[in-house]
């Protein structure tokens, strides 16, 4: 039989905790699927389901053939007991229509609603709730009902970034699986084999900047991001004429340019100050292996140190928590690079 599971990178600890509780009749009602954005949680979610609803492949095992007539169904969104919903297109939250009904159907419909039906066509419902930390409390409070008084054929896998930010309530009545980022050659496989990236070295270079991440990875190639990254970048490496205001509203002009939503502007702004931690993080790295090569050593002499460094990675960490929260992208950036700037004509805060 082929194998489904074929497409999956990595996680196979993780198929194998499923593997042996599925073969025990010991599947819990309800998982949290925990781990950072783009490492394959919603393609392991929907395998699971997959290979509960496949016809070739016998009770308790857990596989999917991807040939027979409910892997085919199960592929071209058709199957009858699946239900996946996650953040529509442009949301910050994920709308409580889906979890609990519309207001005057609430309980009739969504989510919920659904998962107390009996199977129509297979030994139980799979429901994937994507995102699962983007529910307002109203989708939370309606799903942890759901929670409390399982129904008997259902299964519930919720993914997200951060377990920490579900309800305490909901987290308690799931079962917490971790995930953990790509090994980088796995990220390089599904660039090529995905036909994201054909050139193997250029595969290779985005995978080692992708932090095992397939989704940070596609935002690497996106052309208007590569050129913001060059950008800053650039400036880092002649910081003794950085303008940090100029910098900050070219860089600020620029993310607006580019994002179509608030929502994306600020993506795009943490996926470019992660970079920015990125460089940090690697001249830490090669400053402890003696190695002083790059340009900004070179200039910033014995200045440049681990004190330098981790203070201006602090800053940078702190621009990201602040967008995270919400603040403005444009203010947080002109304070940012402001305060990167000084750091680096004056040394670190503690050393002033
Ligand atoms: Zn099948």
């Known amino acids: 039989m082929t194998s489904a599971w074929q497409s999956l990178k990595g996680h196979q600890e993780q198929r194998a905790l499923f593997a042996r509780s599925l073969q025990n009749g010991r599947l819990s009602h309800a998982y949290i699927l925990a781990g950072r ?29 991807g040939q027979c007539r409910s892997c085919l169904s199960f592929s071209a969104g058709t199957w009858p007991d699946y239900i996946e919903i996650g953040l529509p297109a442009g949301k910050t939250e994920i709308p409580i229509a889906l979890i609990a009904g519309d207001t005057d159907k609430r309980g009739r419909e969504g989510l919920c609603f659904e998962l107390s039906m009996a199977p129509q066509a297979s030994t139980r419902r799979v429901a994937i709730i994507n995102d699962a930390h983007r529910m307002n409390a109203d989708g939370a409070n309606a799903l942890l009902k759901t929670l409390e008084e399982p129904p008997a054929k259902a299964l519930i896998l919720l993914t997200c970034d951060d377990p920490d930010s579900l309800l305490p309530t909901i987290r308690s009545r799931c079962q917490l699986i971790r995930f953990f980022p ?67 509203k070219q860089v600020a002009d620029e993310l607006e340019r580019i ?55 602090e800053r940078i960490i702190s621009a990201a928590r602040q967008i995270e929260s919400n603040s403005p992208v444009r203010l947080v950036l002109d304070a940012m690079f402001d305060e990167l700037a000084r750091q680096m004509r004056l040394g670190p805060v503690s050393a002033r």
């Open 37 to 65: 954005d783009g490492i394959g949680k919603r393609r392991f979610a929907r395998l699971i389901a997959q290979s509960i609803f496949c016809r070739e492949c016998p009770e308790g095992e857990l596989d999917a053939c």
């Open 182 to 248: 790509l090994p980088e050659k796995d990220v390089q496989d599904l660039l090529q084999s995905e036909g994201l990236v054909e050139d193997p070295q250029e595969a290779k270079a985005i995978a080692g900047m992708s932090e095992g991440s397939l989704t940070l990875a596609q935002q690497l190639l996106n052309p208007d991001l590569r050129k913001l990254r060059e950008l800053v970048a650039s400036e880092f490496s002649q910081f003794e004429q950085m303008r940090p205001l100029e910098v900050s």
């Open 259 to 313: 994002s179509n939503s608030t929502e994306e502007q600020r993506q795009n702004a943490q996926w470019l100050l992660r970079f920015l931690a990125g460089v940090l993080n690697d001249r830490m790295r090669r400053l402890m292996s003696g190695d002083f090569s790059d340009a900004l050593h070179q200039k910033l002499g014995v200045r440049c140190g681990m004190d330098l460094l981790s203070g201006l990675l």
